[in-house]
């Protein structure tokens, strides 16, 4: 099994767009440093789980097979990557907390 963390900023990402402290301008100066919004891939090479789906998730899950999305919370950080999902060509399962739970999210109305 592997764990690829791709993000680990807060919601705005390292650097922030004008700040002047002296993590973000390091930040600017070393790429290695710089940090997403939080999400992460779980895999053990038959079945593939994508933790959170932050603004920029689709250019990571491209060319995987992905077996279903997991929602921590619905913080706009953790879930804006579905909204470019919403039209990819397969079908993904996404699991997200509803009342202390992890529910199943059905697809919703038809497209026609």
């Given at each position: 099994m ?8 807060a919601s ?13 301008q ?33 250019e ?8 279903g999305?997991l929602i ?7 879930t ?5 999902l ?13 009342r202390g ?12």
């Amino acid at each position: 099994m592997f764990v690829w963390i791709l993000g680990s900023g807060a919601s705005d990402g390292i650097p922030v767009l004008g700040c002047t402290c002296s993590h973000c301008q390091l930040a600017r100066r070393v790429k290695f440093l710089r940090r997403r919004t939080t999400a992460m891939i779980i895999s053990d090479f038959d079945s593939t789980i994508v933790l959170d789906v932050g603004f920029d998730i689709s250019e990571y899950i491209e060319d995987l097979k992905i077996d279903g999305i997991l929602i921590s919370h619905w913080h706009y950080d953790h879930t804006s990557g579905l909204f470019r999902l919403r039209y990819s060509a397969r079908s993904l399962s996404v699991f997200a907390p509803y009342r202390g739970f992890f529910l199943r999210i059905e697809e919703g109305p038809s497209k026609s």
